[in-house]
């Protein structure tokens, strides 16, 4: 699995608190992108990964929790974001 086009985001919180630390795409295997994926930071701490939206609300993707936790590892050491594992949902 690789990262993708992995930048950056700097902005103010939403008004519940969470703030997006990234945008990027997934490569899962090659010749295949998952784009416009997100990293934002809970209020708690917690770093969460979110992937496309979908125009109905409707989820579009599903991973486990290691597969999670491994996507954000790989975009965090992209952007150079340094962020806590066990924060890491």
Do not use: W
């Amino acid at each position: 699995m690789k990262i993708k086009h992995a930048k950056p985001v700097r902005q103010e919180p939403s008004p519940g608190g969470f703030r997006t630390l990234a945008r990027f795409a997934i490569e899962p295997a090659p010749g295949v992108l998952i784009f416009d994926c997100s990293l934002v930071r809970a209020p708690d701490g917690r770093v969460l990964f979110y992937g496309p939206p979908s125009r109905s609300g409707a989820q579009i993707l599903s991973l486990a929790p290691e597969v999670r936790r491994e996507i954000i590892q790989l975009t965090t050491d992209e952007v150079g974001i340094n962020v806590e594992q066990r924060s890491a949902a």
